[in-house]
């Protein structure tokens, strides 16, 4: 019952902050016009992430004073799509992003994103 509810709220979640369909901001994060940005933690990543996506801590954002730098080598100019379990911390990483003048998109939940996007389980999640 609690995973159908967790479904169920990102799915209108989903729907009402997205712009972008997930399945084109993965195409175009293939293609390499864009980059998918996992705002999750690191306990979190470790049950698997969006194929190709980049990881980069919501905490990161709030703690490391040099973050912008270190954000804008990993998306390089190209358009950000973020997400991460719920698309409520992604929502945060946006508003953070705004303020320094960044653009960006909330894409959603990796909850409902899993499901229709390819997943990966990374090797790796020291950021």
Known sequence: ???LFLVLISLLSFSVLAGTEPKAAYEMAKAGKAVIVDVREADEIKT???DGAKWFPLSKMKEDK???KDFEELTKGKTIFLHCRSGNRSGKAQ???GKDGIESENIGGYETLKAILPVIVPLVTKQ
């Open 66 to 68: 040099n973050w912008k």
């Open 48 to 50: 698997g992430m969006i």
């Open 95 to 97: 508003d953070i992003l």
């Open 1 to 3: 019952m609690k995973s």
